[in-house]
């Protein structure tokens, strides 16, 4: 029940982000003139039409969904969201004491007109319009009160026992007096302010941090692009809200329950009620970097051995990325370490390693991306930091994001200098690495070594690779080499060969990729996808594509990893990477995507792929006319890849001890 909570709380929180980035971007093309039309043929000016209905349409039944069925069950569980009619009097004591001696003093309440004008209203914030009648004059007017969550937080804990909340704002609807004494209240309403967050620095920005920073002070004054009403608010506090911001009827959004449902996480954090919450999983050290007699394994020597694949959250982030340069940088061999962060956690260790590396003599290099998005603040603070440290830090290409996930230690080995590499398909991020389903590669191999290398110099100096040697990379090779592998594995299907294609990413919305899909489908190959997200292909559609198939698992775990495989005859090419078929990935991104050679590590990535096809717990099917339906097992024992992918790693971590005792060979245990 509780991770319902959250799911409510991430899925309110999305939808923010969509109103911030993608429908704000709608509205500037608006304002422009822009009439910028996508296949669908819709005009801006449609399309947020279109939004708005869709959006009143999930938004009743989140609120349906909240309200009327999870709210009640939390009761029955003994976790209670109060309002002040449904709180015994010994609570409402309680809250009347709590309000005056810690909301009160974080209160300002602001009247609009006699002389002062509209007052502005941060992004995502939380208030209260209060209608005030003066009982002297009769005259009336309206005022704001911000609610202050960000200090207070979103509930209030209300007695000892710590299962019961009230909502900030229903504590100081309840005191309006208290803020306004000698006039009369005589109604309020909540409502939130959603604005543009979005922003573009210039090609031709001569200090990107700068650019950056500048962006970032504007972002808090963008255009407001949606306004949230609690429904049933009076008519004339309405109209003047609307009024004073100058909205349009489409970015008015009237909410029936809760505002801001993006809060509930911390309901969903409560510290009681484990039965409520999916049973603990606790990542595993993959079985060869688990070292003997309590000691940690040699990295570098496993990946000589041969290429290393971890799989998170199964296998521990800790134990093996995190491992790996801490290894790197005690390590008196290692000469230089070079990472790219695009999103990362406050509390990561591989920053401040890398300022260690700096310290000990060894050349650390760390391509900071500072536009990624909502994490700009953070990524800028790290990059001073390394700065400071004397760590080489680049901050990428005006015109592009670098999302490329990896990681480059060049350590003297003897005569010569060997290159060890990490691959990944998600960021380095500790907290994500926990809910966050994605591969991460080691390996040695001179070519993809020198490839990694070739970017770095691309990345940090003025060289643009022509040719790599094994690597996909964006924005100059990618899409080509997409298209091209389609097309190889269409000609061994003609050519009497068995052929597939199995693809898993966030996002398929490139529409050269896509035709070049639906040209496999009309050629007989049979095409799986696993989309999580934005799909805009069709599968299904007669005379098209009648051969593809395409499901999402939406689990406990954000399915976030990106892996293509092309089955032709004998040979299956599998490639992860940091990239999904987008033309942002593809046009205005450096990313990079690597063949996976190990024939085990590929079986491994197969096996994962035909579990996500086989699931019918969390996975749901595309249909031709564009809607999702969920699968279920029927009669059967159903099937969720990520429990079993749980279960095997789990199992698989115990198998080093069998090595160990000779119970089976060493080559066994590595391909185990």
């Known amino acids: 029940m509780l991770e319902r909570v959250r799911f409510c709380g991430i899925y309110a929180s999305n939808l923010d982000e969509f109103y911030m980035v993608r429908v704000a971007g709608l509205f500037d093309q608006l304002d422009a003139g822009i009439d910028a039309r996508g296949p669908d043929g819709l005009a801006p000016s449609e399309q947020i039409d279109r939004i708005q209905q869709r959006v009143l349409e999930l938004d009743d ?4 969904c909240f309200g009327g069925e999870i709210r009640p069950a939390l009761e029955e569980h003994g976790i209670r969201i109060i309002t002040l009619a449904s709180a015994s009097e010994a609570e409402r004591r309680e809250i009347d004491t709590r309000f005056h001696e810690q909301v009160f003093p974080a209160l300002t309440p602001l009247v609009i007109g006699m002389g002062r004008p509209f007052p502005y209203i941060s992004n995502l914030s939380l208030s209260l319009g209060v209608l005030l009648r003066d009982p002297e004059s009769g005259s009336e007017i309206i005022a704001r009160v911000k609610v202050p969550k960000e200090l207070l937080g979103r509930f209030l804990p209300v007695g000892d026992d710590g299962d019961t909340f009230i909502p900030l704002e229903e504590v100081i609807a309840a005191n309006l007096e208290a803020l306004f004494p000698g006039i009369d209240v005589v109604d309020y309403g909540f409502f939130r302010v959603t604005r543009d967050a979005d922003f573009t620095v210039s090609d031709e920005a001569d200090d990107l941090l700068q650019a950056v920073q500048d962006e970032l002070r504007r972002r808090r004054f963008g255009e407001v692009v949606r306004l949230e009403i609690a429904a049933g608010m009076n008519p004339k506090l309405r109209d003047q809200l609307i009024g004073a911001l100058r909205l349009e009827d489409r970015e008015v959004y009237d909410v029936d329950g809760l505002i801001d449902l993006g809060d509930l996480g ?6 009681s009620h484990a039965e409520l919450r999916y049973s603990p999983w606790s990542p595993v050290t993959q079985p060869r970097l688990q070292g003997e007699e309590g000691e940690p394994a040699d990295i570098f020597a496993e990946i000589r051995l041969g290429d290393v694949l971890v799989h998170h959250p199964y296998d521990s982030f800790t134990t093996s990325v995190e491992r790996f340069v801490e290894q790197a940088v005690s390590d008196p061999d290692v000469l230089a370490i070079k990472q790219t962060v695009y999103r990362t956690s406050d509390d990561s260790p591989l920053v401040p390693w890398l300022i260690r590396a700096s310290e000990r003599g060894k050349q650390a290099v760390c391509m900071v991306e500072l536009k990624a998005r909502f ?27 670098t999302h490329v996930k990896a990681l480059l230690v060049v350590r003297r080995e003897g005569d010569r200098v060997r290159e060890y590499v990490h691959i990944g398909t998600g960021n380095y991020h500790p907290k994500t690495a926990r809910i966050y389903t994605d591969f991460g590669l080691f390996t040695a191999d001179p070519d993809i070594g020198a490839d990694v290398a070739a970017m770095f110099n691309f990345l940090t100096g003025y060289a643009r690779p022509a040719v790599y040697r094994k690597m996909l990379v964006s924005p100059t090779t990618m899409r080509d080499r997409f298209i091209e592998e389609i097309e190889r594995t269409v000609a061994a299907h003609e050519a009497g060969e068995e052929a597939r294609i199995s693809l898993k990413m966030n996002s398929l919305v490139d529409a050269a990729c896509i035709r070049a899909l639906y040209a496999a489908s009309q050629a007989g190959v049979p095409v799986d996808l696993n989309v999580r997200g934005i799909c805009c292909l069709r599968p299904r559609v007669e005379g098209i594509s009648e051969n593809i198939r395409v499901v999402s698992i939406v689990g406990r775990f954000l399915e976030h990893s990106r892996v293509y495989a092309f089955r032709r005859g004998e040979e299956t090419r599998v490639l992860m990477g940091s990239a999904d078929m987008m033309p942002r990935n593809l046009d205005s991104r450096v990313e990079l995507v690597t063949p996976v050679e190990d024939p085990a590590l590929r079986d491994d990535m197969l096996d994962v792929l035909e579990r996500c096809f086989a699931d019918d717990e969390n996975s749901w099917e595309l249909g031709s006319d564009g809607s999702w339906t969920r699968n279920s097992p029927g009669d059967g024992p159903g099937r969720s890849v990520q429990r079993e992918l749980r279960e ?4 698989r971590s115990a198998e080093p001890l069998a090595a160990a005792t000779g119970e089976f060979p060493r080559e066994e245990a590595r391909l185990g």
């Open 61 to 64: 039944r989140l609120h349906a």
């Open 648 to 651: 095997i790693h789990a199992a």
């Open 266 to 271: 911390s309901i969903a954090d409560i510290p």
């Open 375 to 401: 994490d700009e603040e953070a990524n800028i603070h790290w990059a001073q930091a390394l700065e400071e440290a004397g760590v080489h830090v680049v901050y990428g290409i005006p015109g592009l994001k």
